[in-house]
């Protein structure tokens, strides 16, 4: 492959490798909407982080050209074989609907609106809509389609030089600190490309490094079959969001932790807190919770408070926290978490990271001789409703709080969350 894939080239077109190119939970969420909500009827929306950066009307043309080929893939059997012998977890009557599930192109609508007079550039309106059963699964591909399109069409200075050689020398920093890291890089990834480079860079460091005790693995099931890793996650701030509308919020944590836990069991015991925020999560999270579940994830907010108030939680439920671990997961590098793997350390928490733009998003400008940073394009698409009842997510840092604004206004007053 060569390194200027930057390049516009209009006889490029996008495929989809595996429909297990994708993130676990992804997955593990589609078999529990199965379960519980298969009626369920949901709209997922796009959100452009960085509203000041615009599409080229080029990249979201070739971008909905690209959708076509979704509806292309499928659960091969050597794929179901695989996942069924190392996902035990997933039951039989699910994976015989994962191979029999096919993308519908037509669930999502994509409208491109000029902000140039020449209309040559615009900001872009994504939804998808349909079954939750089915329309769950889009979210992911559909981020790294479209980064994949923007690196192409938009944002060409850069290229892949050095790309594997630093995750080498990144995951090395990591395995030299004793600090276990995971990648979690599929929705952030500048190209599919980028992150097989990245994952052979981590996986060389790993095989050369004396410290054999730090697990490695990645959420994107696709590399995990096609490289031997462990395939990695659990539970979405989605499945809260839609529980929580479907239950108008009334003990909406209690609920998707025990249809969890009734459907996964210890397996998959790793919850995030910060879904309305964590404070609110922990009024709910009592000691039978707790002691059930076996890890926090933490991912918005100040990391460095969440361990000691996690600490403090366990110890008024009565609970060993020394048994428990943390998954940090929001925008960390090395440093952030050398200081957060030491602070564990300190507090008697076993942690871990979950790395994803630092990885997949690390490029230089060509321009400047490889010496300016590129931006990584920061896009989320996000569960709206749940059969017409509008989700919100209210996160521990108010900048990544989504959903229309007066029913996040009406969710933290029903909370007790300052305004």
């Not at 609106?113 to 699964?137: Q, R």
């Not at 594997?164 to 030299?176: N, P, S, V």
Request: charged fraction near 25%; proline fraction near 3%.
């Amino acid at each position: 492959m060569a390194n200027n894939i930057g390049v516009p080239d209009v006889q490029y077109k996008f495929k989809v490798v595996s429909i297990l190119d994708t993130e676990l939970y992804k997955f593990t969420m589609q078999q529990a909407i199965l379960e519980y909500y298969p009626t369920a009827q949901a709209v997922y929306r796009f959100t452009h982080c960085h509203k000041d950066r615009h599409f080229p009307r080029a990249c979201i043309e070739k971008f909905q050209e690209s959708l076509n080929s979704f509806a292309e893939v499928r659960l091969t059997q050597d794929e179901r074989a695989w996942i069924q012998d190392t996902c035990k977890y997933f039951k039989p009557a699910y994976l015989n609907y994962l191979q029999s599930y096919r993308f519908k192109p037509e669930q999502v609508s994509v409208n491109f609106i000029p902000s140039s007079n020449d209309a040559a550039m615009g900001s872009v309106k994504i939804e998808v809509a349909g079954l939750w059963l089915e329309t769950v699964l889009w979210e992911v591909p559909l981020m790294a389609c479209l980064g994949e399109m923007y690196s192409r069409y938009a944002d060409q200075d850069w290229d892949y030089a050095g790309q594997e050689e630093q995750a080498m020398y990144k995951a090395t920093c990591f395995l030299d600190a004793r600090c276990t890291l995971s990648e979690f890089g599929t929705r952030r990834r500048r190209s599919f490309v980028t992150q097989d480079l990245v994952l052979k860079g981590i996986i060389k460091a790993r095989d050369a490094h004396e410290w054999k005790d730090g697990s490695f693995g990645t959420s994107n099931v696709y590399f995990a079959m096609r490289y031997n890793l462990n395939p990695i996650g659990t539970v979405s701030h989605e499945w809260f969001m839609g529980i929580a509308a479907l239950s108008n919020y009334k003990d909406a944590a209690r609920t998707a932790l025990d249809l969890w836990s009734n459907l996964y069991g210890e397996d998959l015991s790793v919850t995030l807190t910060d879904t309305f925020s964590t404070e609110v999560f922990y009024r709910e999270f009592d000691s039978r919770r707790a002691s059930e579940w076996k890890a926090l994830r933490q991912d918005s907010g100040d990391p460095k408070v969440f361990a000691p108030r996690a600490k403090q939680m366990y110890e008024e439920h009565g609970i060993d926290h020394t048994q428990k671990g943390i998954i940090f997961s929001d925008g960390l590098n090395f440093h952030k978490a050398k200081e957060l793997n030491e602070q564990c350390q300190q507090l008697g928490f076993k942690c871990s990271f979950g790395i994803g733009t630092w990885l997949m998003n690390d490029f230089k400008k060509k321009s400047s001789g490889y010496k300016e940073q590129s931006d990584a394009l920061i896009i989320v698409i996000k569960l709206g409703s749940i059969d017409g009842k509008e989700c919100v997510k209210i996160s521990d840092e108010i900048t990544k709080n989504t959903g229309v604004p007066e029913v996040v206004a009406k969710v933290k007053e029903m909370y007790q969350i300052p305004l």
